[in-house]
């Protein structure tokens, strides 16, 4: 299976602070048909999870453009440019190109 | 408007089996794959496994290859994920959601509880 290692897996942040969670994984996510599917997904505390990002940087309708996604290859970055208190909850990375499918660990954004 | 409904939360006892269910709406249902997602209490997701509802074609996780059974009713747009013998360890919130390489929408989570 495809490791996928997400970094910190705490991440305390200010309001209007910025953040980054990293995710790294342990094969090249480039698909044979060219893309390469890494999706973020937030899942706030009580709720089902949400997908943010998908194919590494596109946007999901309804999601600020705080978050953004970054990255290639195995190395890829979450950004959220002024972390809000909705923003609080666990975000996780997933590979979409190998079988099969797998998420990172998840990172605990709280506000400090 | 696309949703996953989810049935409600089930508890059972070690042995027993189960079989819950993710009835899709607003959608082509048998165009899109539907995948299930594991959470044990306090810990992360874990991917499960997939079916396309339109040809039944399934595929699973090594992980769970075996301990599960994924399963669809096209007619009734409904996918199915479902144990012969629940184990204590089984306890958990089961997600079901849409897509293949990536999930785009998510049901509301069913959770189950195993206990003597």
């Known amino acids: 299976d495809v490791v996928m290692t997400q970094s910190p897996l705490s991440l305390p942040v200010t309001l209007g602070q910025p953040a980054s969670i990293s995710c790294t994984s342990s094969q090249s996510l480039v698909h044979s048909d060219g893309n390469t599917y890494l999706s973020w997904f937030q899942q706030r505390p009580g709720q089902s999870p949400r997908r943010l990002i998908y194919k590494v940087s596109n946007r999901d309708s309804g999601v600020p453009d705080r978050f953004s996604g970054s990255g290639s290859g195995t190395d890829f970055t979450l950004k959220i440019s002024r972390v809000e208190a909705e923003d609080v909850g666990v975000y996780y990375c997933m590979q979409g190109t190998h079988w099969p499918r797998t998420f990172g660990q998840g990172t605990k954004l709280e506000i400090k | 408007e696309v949703q996953l409904v989810q049935s409600g939360a089930e508890v059972k006892k070690p042995g027993e089996s189960l079989k819950i269910s993710c009835k899709g709406s607003?959608?082509?249902?048998?165009?899109?794959?539907v995948g299930w997602v594991r959470q044990m209490p306090g810990k992360g997701l874990e991917w499960m496994g997939i079916i396309y509802p339109g040809d039944s074609n399934t595929r699973y996780s090594p992980s769970f290859q075996g301990q599960v059974t994924i399963s669809a009713d096209k007619s009734i747009s409904t996918a199915y994920l479902q144990w012969s013998s629940l184990k204590a360890s089984d306890t958990a919130m089961y997600y079901c959601?849409?897509?293949?390489?990536?999930?785009?929408?998510w049901g509301q989570g069913t959770l189950v509880t195993v206990s003597s």
């Open positions: 959601a849409r897509g293949s390489s990536s999930f785009d929408y």
């Open positions: 607003g959608y082509s249902f048998t165009s899109y794959w």
